[in-house]
């Protein structure tokens, strides 16, 4: 249980975690979601610690945006993770130790956030919390958020004998020209928008990998999908996609249900997407394919950085890690 000396309130930061703070962010991360979902009235709800190379991952993507708030003693006592793909920021997960809330730092941590992201260039700004918890929606309210769409996690299982097996990006012979073939349909469909480095570090760390899918030679959609398990000690079971690119609806169609060939390559039970529901003719495609709705998430915006639909297709960013 944290006992911080109560003479110094002082709050220092931000400054950059590394990986020896893993161990505290998990601390805080589980202490303050637990506390969360008791005060939402599920109490004897745990929320386990995250899988190392998940928080590796969420610090590595980050970079510079990758926050900590530490005590008078050196204790971590928040954090946001801030992340950009091009001109889409968004920021998660964050969190403040239970006995240092009410504060004033979750405020700050936001605002640092968003001055962060004003910075590099990012015009479109947000975050997901969930719909359920009205106290979340208020503070975001308070500072400036506004609710949008709903995110809605859906889930199919695994594909059990794939007619063909799925055409990888770390199969590819040469990779940097997948990866930018990856960034050029991205840039085509939502001009400002690059996945490129989610893409390339996914591969890096050996968590996940990228389905790719193509119209002859040209690249016509892909999905970034993660199968390492998010729960420290548990064993992978799941194929968790965090980008999918589609030219067409067809095509979207095409992308998950090779994603469910990947999950099958990987050995796991599933495959999870999370479908902004901006994108209705997707989420009845993937309703009407099997998929069910496993959890919602509600996405927030902040006022005078709008989401910007695609010019054509499907683009689904996912806002967690």
């Known amino acids: 249980m944290w006992r911080p ?28 979601f637990t506390d969360r979902y008791s005060r939402d009235g599920l109490v004897g709800v745990r929320v386990p610690q995250l899988n190392t190379q998940v928080w590796r991952y969420a610090i590595e993507d980050a970079g510079d945006g990758s926050m900590i708030w530490r005590d008078g003693e050196g204790q971590m006592v928040g954090f946001n993770m801030v992340h950009r793909s091009g001109t889409e920021g968004w920021m998660g997960p964050l969190a403040v130790r239970p006995d240092r809330q009410s504060e004033g730092l979750g405020s700050r941590m936001v605002q640092t956030g968003l001055e962060w992201l004003r910075a590099h260039g990012a015009t479109t700004i947000g975050l997901e919390t969930m719909p359920r918890t009205v106290d979340n929606i208020g503070f975001y309210s308070r500072l ?9 996690t859906l889930v199919h299982e695994a594909a059990r004998r794939p007619a063909t097996a ?46 790719l899918i193509r119209e002859g030679r040209r690249l016509a959609g892909f999905a970034l999908w993660h199968s390492a398990p998010l729960a420290a000690g548990r064993a992978k079971d799941e194929v968790r996609i ?57 996405r927030m915006i902040f ?19």
């Not at 199969?171 to 480095?197: H, I, K, M, V, W």
């Open 5 to 32: 000396d109560r003479a110094d309130r002082a709050v220092r930061g931000p400054f950059r975690p590394t990986m020896r703070d893993i161990d505290p962010l998990n601390r805080v991360f589980a202490d303050s």
């Open 144 to 152: 400036g958020l506004v609710p949008a769409n709903l995110t809605v």
């Open 166 to 211: 799925p055409d990888l990006l770390s199969a590819e012979p040469n990779p940097a020209r997948a990866l930018e073939e990856c960034r050029q349909l991205t840039e085509t469909l939502s001009p400002g928008l690059d996945f490129g480095r989610e893409l390339a570090l996914t591969r890096d760390l050996g968590i996940g990998d990228t389905t």
């Open 242 to 298: 965090l980008k999918v690119v589609a030219e067409s609806l067809p095509v979207f169609g095409r992308v998950m249900e090779a994603s469910r060939a990947s999950a099958a390559h990987e050995r796991v039970a599933r495959v999870a997407v999370r479908c902004q529901t901006e994108f209705a003719d997707a989420y009845l495609h993937l309703v009407r394919s099997g998929y069910r709705v496993h959890w919602t998430d509600l």
């Open 303 to 321: 006022d005078g950085y709008p989401q910007r639909p695609p010019r054509e297709g499907v683009v689904m960013s996912n806002w967690e890690i």
